[in-house]
């Protein structure tokens, strides 16, 4: 939107917004947990998420397809030499990573 959009917007909404309901503060309660928890919670997850994806990482040794397969791609260049299931782990680990972020930028979006 434009700034004047905006400017006009806000001309109209002022008279709400000047508005007060007596509700004996239990919108400014519930506004100041539901950001706070959802934020934490969402933090929480994309830690958790990330931890274990490092771990799995590690477990099932997943720097050794990723290492194969560059070095096959890099001395041979001979495609009928790579193996699919590393390419396929190399695959999931990248789209593990492109959710992550995906998540992320989604609850910046949201603030």
């Known amino acids: 939107m434009t700034e004047i959009d905006n400017s006009l917007l806000e001309k109209f909404f ?7 309901i007596d509700d004996e503060g239990f919108t400014e309660k519930v506004m100041r947990q539901l950001p706070d928890r959802a934020m934490c919670l969402s933090h929480w997850w994309t830690f958790f ?6 771990v799995l990482f590690f477990v099932f040794e997943g720097w050794q397809p990723l290492l194969v397969s560059v070095i096959k791609m890099v001395y041979t260049f001979s495609w009928s030499d790579i193996h699919p299931i590393p390419c396929f782990m190399t695959l999931g680990v990248i789209t593990c990573l492109a959710l992550l972020e995906l998540v992320h930028r989604m609850e910046r979006m949201q603030v």
């Open 14 to 20: 002022e008279p709400a917004r000047q508005q007060h």
């Open 49 to 54: 998420c990330a931890v274990l994806g490092i």
